[in-house]
């Protein structure tokens, strides 16, 4: 492998989004499906770049999975359009389409061996068997599995499995490849290995990837862009970063990593331009950075801090200062690189924040039920209107 | 307590005896008696297949034998066909209207008085003006062991994952392909376990073919209760011994199956 193509450092920046110029692969406009009474797509519009790896987030039922199956084939569109590559997808069955699924319990066909999964697509497109056998080799080879060819389905272990199933999805070389919950059937330890040769997998093979999962830190290890899905709804498009930096709701801030919330009332702005708040849970108010859209006086909000972004201090802080907050700790969980502290303020509210362990030394004079002050920048701190 | 009379053990192997006993000795009795070398049936003179030489030449029930093979065969096919169809039907194509009702009538036969499925259908050729005969017993005994075709297969296919078949659809098979290069081998097994039972159920039947059949077409079963009312005879105990092999063996290959492929898909 080049070491251009390495995941992580050398690897071009990939924003076919942010470019007007380039032609979205899919276009999802407006789409909707329902089961009687309940919308589980719910107008949905999306764009989709060629060698892009899009993840689908959300919890359970909120349709992530609908919408695959829908790009798929396997689910009616009742309302809005899909197109692949300018070609409205309507009305075409699974079979006539460009997309492969890997499906999340994999569905090897258990009567054929390995090789004949992974070639049954290369079969229905009535390739002579010697192209065949050459082209299952080759992508025995990309999943690393190779020697397996002869085995069946319930010879293999979870995480070979998953390479069929993947390998097969890729035979047929799909404009889009996509995923329904790939890592949900594997063990948690070969998990985010197995996400990063997914995303090596994906870099060379240049193939659209769309994950469905519900996990939050697969979709931001191995996405390019996530759409976090709520009721039906895509509530949010953007990068990793994006989301978490800049999500655009209390219900988004909470669905990806952890996040303390403050319901306040904006008061205005102050010197430097940021936005000055009232916080029942922080007597000296909150000062926070000034978000991309309109704010009123009185208007109430919601600012959110991620917990390493806050800081815990031993002792009560004198002297008054706006984003300080008084409590005790009522746990601490010590994970190695960091610790997690649960703080109770004295209005009740309950805050976590997490501390780098990089010297022996840290952590010290922060126990059970000690007093201690908890603060934070006003860059840290996020204003959310929804 | 060293009384004790009977261990629960040795209940449950008594009460099992006695079972077993109730069902096959009579069974055993017809085999042991069909190599009888007497006229009398109940009256013991020595061992002799003398009477499955006879059987070779017994032309009318030689010819009773063979109809119910052919019948047998024939409807045992028709049943497996449509009742695997029915299954899928059920199984796959979602809610549609009549389904319900559909699903539950395909258990209406299972418990059917023969009679009754005779009697009906007797009246139902009748009524279409049918020539009776083979091809009625035919259409009769497709008819009612359809549905223990379609219970077996629908098992089966409910337990099957059905990506399976959107895997197969997914990579570049229509549905219809999909069916017989993924679905039909994995139900394989059912659809031959159903074909068996149903012609074991064609071989054996006498209530219904007595109803539908007609001149010429005297099945196996129908001739030896035809002649057995005329008294019993040992050719008769021959008959029946080979009519015992041949469905034991069917029943046995069915249950073979059905368990090889339950135990190959619990290793997966």
């Known amino acids: 492998m080049d070491c251009d193509r390495q995941f992580g450092s050398g690897r071009r920046p990939l924003a076919p989004w942010a470019d007007p110029a380039v032609r979205p692969l899919i276009r999802i406009r407006n789409v909707e499906r329902r089961f009687g009474a309940v919308t589980a797509v719910d107008n949905v519009s999306l764009d989709l770049f060629g060698a892009e790896m899009f993840c689908l987030l959300g919890p359970s039922g909120c349709g992530k999975t609908t919408l695959l199956r829908m790009l798929a084939g396997f689910e009616p569109v009742d309302a809005g359009s899909i197109l692949l590559d300018e070609v409205d997808q309507a009305g075409l069955a699974p079979h006539q389409r460009q997309t492969n699924m890997m499906f999340q319990s994999y569905a090897l066909f258990p009567h054929l061996t390995v090789a004949g999964n992974i070639g049954f697509g290369l079969k229905q497109q009535g390739l002579a068997r010697p192209d065949i056998s050459a082209r299952v080799a080759d992508l025995m080879t990309l999943v690393q599995i190779d020697g397996l060819a002869d085995r069946k389905p319930h010879q293999l272990s979870g995480g070979q499995k998953q390479r069929v199933a993947l390998a097969r999805a890729l035979a047929c070389q799909p404009k889009v490849l996509l995923l329904d919950e790939p890592m949900a059937a594997l063990d948690a330890r070969i998990r985010a290995e197995t996400q990063r040769e997914l995303k090596q997998i994906q870099h060379r093979t240049g193939t659209t990837f769309i994950v469905v999962t519900h996990d939050q830190s697969e979709a931001m290890a191995m996405a390019d862009r996530i759409g976090v899905m709520q009721g039906g709804r895509l509530v949010q498009v953007g990068t990793p970063a994006d989301i978490y930096e800049h999500p655009v709701s209390r219900a988004v801030a909470r669905f990806v990593g952890n996040i303390n919330l403050f319901e306040a009332i904006v008061q205005g702005d102050n010197a430097a331009g940021e936005v000055v708040l009232t916080c029942p849970s922080i007597p000296c108010g909150l000062v926070a950075a000034r978000p991309v859209g309109p704010l009123a006086p009185g208007q109430p909000v919601a600012v959110a801090v991620r917990p390493e972004r806050m800081q815990v201090l031993s002792g009560r802080l004198t002297g008054a200062a706006p984003n300080v907050a008084h409590g005790v700790i009522s746990a601490i969980s010590y994970l190695g690189d960091l610790t997690v502290y649960s703080v109770r303020l004295a209005d009740g509210v309950a805050l976590t924040v997490s501390a780098v362990n990089d010297g022996r030394g840290t952590g010290q004079g922060l126990g059970w039920d000690a007093e201690v002050t908890v603060r934070f920048d006003p860059h840290s701190a996020m204003v959310l209107t929804a | ?268």
Request: proline content about 4%.
């Open chain 2, 1 to 268: 307590m060293r009384a004790r009379p009977l261990s629960p053990r040795r209940w449950d192997v008594a009460v099992l005896t006695l079972l077993f006993s109730f069902l096959y000795v009579p069974i055993l009795i017809v085999v042991v008696f069909s190599f009888n070398d007497s006229r009398l049936v109940t009256v013991w003179a020595g061992f002799s297949t003398r009477w499955y030489g006879s059987l070779l030449s017994n032309r009318p029930l030689l010819d009773a034998a063979l109809i119910s093979l052919q019948i047998g065969l024939l409807s045992a096919l028709i049943a497996t066909v449509l009742g695997t169809w029915a299954a899928i039907a059920l199984t796959r194509l979602g809610p549609f209207r009549g389904r319900a009702v559909l699903g539950a009538m395909v258990y209406a036969p299972l418990v059917m008085p023969e009679i009754i499925t005779g009697l009906s259908l007797l009246l139902l050729f009748v009524a279409i003006g049918l020539d009776r005969g083979f091809w009625t017993i035919t259409l009769a005994h497709a008819t009612f062991s359809m549905c223990f075709v379609t219970v077996l297969v629908q098992a089966r296919l409910l337990t099957l994952d059905k990506s399976l078949e959107e895997a197969a659809q997914d990579l570049g098979c229509s549905p219809l392909a999909a069916f017989w290069q993924v679905t039909l081998p994995l139900i394989s097994t059912s659809v031959a376990a159903g074909f068996l039972l149903a012609l074991t159920l064609s071989l054996d039947d006498l209530v219904v073919a007595s109803f539908v059949s007609g001149p010429g077409a005297t099945t196996l079963p129908m001739r030896i209760y035809g002649q057995a009312r005329l008294g019993v005879t040992p050719e008769i105990n021959a008959i029946c011994s080979v009519l015992i092999g041949l469905v034991t063996l069917a029943l046995l290959a069915a249950s073979l199956l059905t368990k090889r492929d339950f135990a190959a898909r619990r290793e997966r």
